[in-house]
């Protein structure tokens, strides 16, 4: 089974700058393969939200309200997705989950998550 290990969260003020790291990993002699790699955010009382969308081809995509603030990158030699955010505001405050599609064999590629990393934005 492959884990998605997140790192990077925390506190900052409005204005600040945040990047998020999201490693993929496998057992010892496990190969497997990523496709399209993602960052969702859900805040309290809200729907999770579909951040920024990377595909295996470096194809990027943002939900409207991050444009021109956030930028996803992906490292493959480090199996490793980044989510580089710049001018924080207050409703960014949100938990942060990193998604990928991985094959662990010859097969479909199944949705992977990371365990969730806490981006607090204070005014």
């Known amino acids: 089974q492959v884990q998605l290990v997140e790192s990077g969260g925390g506190l900052v003020q409005a204005g600040g700058s945040l990047r998020l790291a999201c490693a993929a990993s496998?057992?010892?002699?496990?190969?497997?393969?990523?496709?399209?790699m993602a960052w969702y955010r859900q805040a309290p009382g809200k729907q999770r939200e579909l951040v920024a969308t990377i595909t295996s081809g470096n194809s990027m995509n943002y939900v409207d309200s991050v444009k021109g603030r956030f930028t996803i990158s992906r490292d493959n030699t480090k199996n490793t997705v980044y989510l580089q955010m710049s001018s924080l505001k207050p409703v960014d405050t949100a938990v942060y989950y990193c998604?990928?599609?991985?094959?662990?064999?010859?097969?479909?590629?199944?949705?992977?998550w990371g365990q969730g990393t806490q981006v607090t934005v204070s005014s």
């Open positions: 496998a057992a010892s002699g496990n190969i497997f393969s990523i496709n399209a």
């Open positions: 998604n990928a599609h991985i094959s662990t064999g010859l097969g479909p590629y199944d949705d992977y």
